[in-house]
Each structure stands twice: as structure tokens, then as C-alpha cells.
Nanobody
Framework: QVQLVESGGGLVQAGGSLRLSCAAS????????MGWFRQAPGKEREFVAA????????YYADSVKGQFTISRDNAKNTVYLQMNSLKPEDTAVYYC????????????????WGQGTQVTVSS
């Protein structure tokens, strides 16, 4: 298991950008696939993006393709989510997660979760 701490959330106007970071503890970060998820009020948690241990494979939810970019720096034990052209419907608590093996696009199968960071997009 790894411990995950998200940061970078906040309040931004529509059309703005934010970059979320997720710092992981442990020496085996590079062996984990990483993912970003979000949960809006009254809605279920949903998949946003995922990246393989090497960074060579990425997946995105259709709703964020071309808008969000996931990346990782294994030397810094950190995964990022660059969010551009933000919309009010992107408002949610964003969580990062880790799993051994390949990334998956479901909320199930992820062994470690962070505490979340709030992103609020005003219109």
C-alpha cells in the first residue's frame, strides 16, 4: 500500500486551469498505476484519468479528453492532473488512487486512495 496526498485544488473561474498533484509515500511508487477520480455532490465517484507505471499508457474519461492531461514523475513520487478550460460541471472533490498492475477505468480495483482535494469552478 502507498499513502497518497492530493493538493492543488481550489476555486477557479470557468475557462481557467488548475494542476492537481498527488504525492505518494514509499519506495515502490514506480510499480503502481495511478488514477484520478472525482465525485460531485449527490453523484457517484467517477473515473477521470489513469496512467501506467511507466507513463506510457494513459486513459481518459470521454468527458475530459482533450481537456485534462495526466502525467507522473517517478523520481518525485508524484502524479499530476493538468486541467484546462474548466467548466462548472468539473466541480467536484478529486481523488487520486494507486493500484498494482495495469491501470483500469473503473472505480473498483484501486487499492489506495487519497483524501481528496476540492475543485470548484465558478461560472
Amino acid at each position: 500500500q502507498v499513502q497518497l496526498v492530493e493538493s492543488g485544488g481550489g476555486l477557479v473561474q470557468a475557462g481557467g486551469s488548475l494542476r492537481l498533484s498527488c504525492a505518494a509515500s514509499g519506495r515502490t511508487f514506480s510499480s503502481y498505476a495511478m488514477g484520478w477520480f472525482r465525485q460531485a455532490p449527490g453523484k457517484e465517484r467517477e473515473f477521470v484519468a489513469a496512467i501506467s507505471w511507466s507513463g506510457g499508457v494513459t486513459y481518459y474519461a470521454d468527458s475530459v479528453k482533450g481537456q485534462f492531461t495526466i502525467s507522473r514523475d517517478n523520481a518525485k513520487n508524484t502524479v499530476y492532473l493538468q486541467m484546462n478550460s474548466l467548466k462548472p460541471e468539473d466541480t467536484a472533490v478529486y481523488y487520486c488512487a494507486a493500484r498494482r498492475g495495469p491501470p483500469v477505468v473503473t472505480t473498483g480495483g484501486w487499492g489506495s486512495w487519497g483524501q481528496g482535494t476540492q475543485v470548484t469552478v465558478s461560472s
